[in-house]
């Protein structure tokens, strides 16, 4: 069973960086489909970044296009989101996922409600 664990979450000011990183273990495909969400206070999560292996895609919500990448390691053994051009809006926790299932674009994936395996959050705060 795949489990994730993030880290790298922190404070920083307005404009900062920060790079958030997943371990993934457990897993048996080379093939799989990640994704970062968020969640703040008194709001719905949301997904912000996915990364399909087969085929090789990704795709961004337009608040952090341009702004956000996320990778992985060749050996699918990390995921990672670096984030440039923080604003206090990217304030929430942030969550690793992996969506179940293969064969589907990252935009595709960005439709996929379940299942998914979710880690346990990092905290991102952005402040003025």
């Known amino acids: 069973e795949v489990q994730l664990v993030e880290s790298g979450g922190g404070a920083v000011q307005t404009g900062g960086s920060l790079r958030l990183s997943c371990a993934r273990s457990?897993?048996?495909?080379?093939?799989?489909?990640v994704a970062w969400f968020r969640q703040a206070p008194g709001k719905e999560r949301e997904g912000v970044a996915w990364l399909t292996t087969r085929p090789q895609s990704t795709h961004y919500a337009d608040s952090v296009k341009g702004r956000f990448t996320i990778t992985s390691d060749k050996d699918g053994t990390a995921v990672y989101l670096q984030m440039r051009s923080l604003k206090p809006d990217d304030t929430a926790v942030y969550y690793c996922a992996e969506i179940l299932g293969r064969g589907f674009t990252a935009a595709q994936a960005t439709q996929i409600k379940s299942p998914i395996i979710w880690g346990q959050g990092t905290q991102v705060t952005v402040s003025s």
């Open positions: 457990g897993f048996t495909f080379d093939d799989y489909t």
